[in-house]
Each structure stands twice: as structure tokens, then as C-alpha cells.
């Protein structure tokens, strides 16, 4: 039993917890203004259960790829034995359904409609028949919903602006390029594997460049929108180009390199992330 528990809490990703807890947290205190159990449920969802449903599905579906890649061994994720892929879809699903159906009970009719599509983008990355994961480009684009949706919810949820649109585009851009760098890493065991991902359909150096270009995209969005804060979150956007740029003529054949960028990416994005936070304290909770 312990060791199961140490399997679905690895498959879950806890080094990534914070891209989908945070996002949702933040938004919904910086617009509510104050902490209750809308916010204390959702954050805590989007922490845990949605990670382990986003990320341990994955791992049951993509066994065969995984056990071929190298890095599948610890933070960057797990190579899920076979005998534990019944007891983590189940765990997956049981752990999501009450939190789902409590923020149904507290959401409008868009909330709703919203959070539906975020779950569904969720499970579409994976499962057969869809696997959104094998349809290039439309597998950024689903990963990028992963991350901006939490953030689209609690901004639906506590009442959206037309002026919050600029803000989501910028966060999914993010995330399009964020997955988009990440396929680069595993070109070659995905090929090995037959899965088609943008990393394999466009190439690997294709894809650090369109990387590139929807990061400076991202990043522009935000810094022309005025103010100080977001001009910041916007200058902060363009550190990540920082990782895909010495990577800008790599080759499928040496692609597995990008892993060590990868690695800085993620060291960046605690450095944002942690920036942010203190943008917060300072604009929202300290005035």
C-alpha cells in the first residue's frame, strides 16, 4: 500500500503541482479579494486530484513510450508499472469526482461549461481514440489548456472581463510553447514508440523555433497591455526564450540535448513564479 501511494504521488507530478494550483489561487484572490471555501476547494483540487487525473492516466497510456525514455525516472516523471494502471485510473477518478461535483454545485452555468472543458482536455490529451497527444499541434494547444485553464475558471468563476482576455491568451501562448519545447526532448523515443507529436511532425528544430516565437508572442501581449506589474510578468515572459534559444539549430538526432534546457525551464519557472507572488503581496494584499 505504501509503495502504491509513493507510485501515484510520483505520477502525479508534485514538482509540477504549483502550475495548476497557482494560476487558479491566484486569480480568483486577486478578483474575490478574500479567502472561503470556493477558494480553498478549487486550489486544492487543481493541486492534487487534478494533477494525478492529468498525470497518471497519462502514464497509464503512454507505458509503452515511457518505458523507452530515459528520463521517465523520478521529478520529470515515471514509468508506472503495469499492475498499478487499473488502481490508478480508479484513484484518478475517485479522487477528482467529489471536488468536480462540489464546484458544479457552487459555479454559473459558465463556470460549469468551463471547468467541463478543462476536465475534458484533460482526459482527451490520453485516453484512446482521442489522444489529442498524438494530433500535432492540437497536443500544445490541448497542454496549454491544462494550465491556462484553471486560470480561465476562477476568473469565470468570480465574474469575467472582456479585459482578462488578453491575460488567458498570453498564459495559453505560455503553455504552447512550454509543451512544444518539452516534445523536443523526447523526438526520438516517441518516434520509437509511434506517437506523432508536434516534436515528430515538425521536427525538433522547427519546434524550438515556433517555441520561441509563441514565448516572444506571449510575452509581448503582456507588456503592451500598460502597467507596471504586467509589464514585468511580460519582461519575466521572455526568460523562458532564454532555454529554447541555444537550441535554436538542434537536429532530431541530437535532440535529447534539449533535456538540459528543459531542466532550466523548469528552474525559471519557480523564479516567475516566486516574482509574481511578490507582485501580488505587494499590489493586492499589502494595499
Given amino acids: 500500500m505504501i509503495n502504491t501511494c509513493k507510485r501515484l504521488l510520483l505520477s502525479s507530478r508534485p514538482i509540477s503541482w504549483v502550475n495548476t494550483a497557482f494560476p487558479f489561487g491566484a486569480a480568483y484572490l486577486v478578483i474575490q479579494g478574500h479567502i472561503d471555501a470556493l477558494f480553498i476547494v478549487g486550489t486544492l ?9 492529468m498525470y497518471g492516466v497519462n502514464d497509464v497510456f503512454d507505458y509503452e513510450s515511457d518505458r ?10 515515471v514509468v ?20 468536480v461535483a ?16 478543462v476536465v475534458f482536455m484533460v482526459l482527451a490529451y490520453s485516453v484512446p481514440y482521442l489522444r489529442f497527444k498524438e494530433r500535432p499541434v492540437l497536443d500544445s494547444m490541448t497542454s496549454a489548456a491544462h494550465f491556462a485553464g484553471p486560470f480561465l475558471y476562477a476568473l469565470v468563476l468570480v465574474g469575467w472581463q472582456t479585459d482578462y482576455l488578453p ?8 503553455g504552447m510553447a512550454s509543451h512544444a519545447f518539452g516534445a523536443v526532448q523526447d523526438v526520438i523515443p516517441d518516434r520509437e ?19 520561441v516565437l509563441l514565448y516572444f508572442c506571449a510575452g509581448t501581449i503582456l507588456l503592451v497591455q500598460g502597467g507596471l506589474s504586467t509589464a514585468i510578468v511580460g519582461a519575466l515572459g521572455f526568460s ?3 532555454s529554447v534559444v541555444p537550441y535554436w539549430d538542434i537536429t532530431d538526432s541530437s535532440s535529447a540535448r534539449a533535456n538540459k534546457g528543459w531542466k532550466r ?23
Avoid at 514508440?193 to 517555441?211: K, N, P, W
Avoid at 525551464?265 to 494595499?287: A, C, D, P, S
Fill in 193 to 211: 514508440a509511434g506517437i506523432v507529436s508536434i516534436g515528430t511532425f515538425l521536427g525538433a528544430r522547427t519546434t524550438v523555433r515556433l517555441s
Fill in 102 to 117: 462540489w464546484l458544479f454545485t457552487q459555479g454559473s452555468m459558465s463556470a460549469n461549461i468551463v471547468l467541463t472543458g
Fill in 45 to 53: 483540487f487543481f493541486l492534487i486530484p487534478y494533477n494525478l487525473l
Fill in 265 to 287: 525551464f523548469m528552474k525559471i519557472n519557480y523564479f516567475v513564479g516566486f516574482v509574481i507572488t511578490l507582485l501580488l503581496i505587494q499590489n493586492y494584499l499589502i494595499n
Fill in 240 to 242: 523562458y526564450i532564454y
Fill in 68 to 77: 523507452r525514455n530515459p528520463r521517465k525516472s523520478g521529478l520529470e516523471g
Fill in 80 to 99: 508506472l508499472e503495469q499492475n498499478l494502471h487499473k488502481t490508478t485510473l480508479i484513484t484518478s477518478i475517485v479522487l477528482a469526482v467529489p471536488f
Fill in 167 to 174: 491575460l488567458v491568451l498570453s498564459f495559453f501562448l505560455w
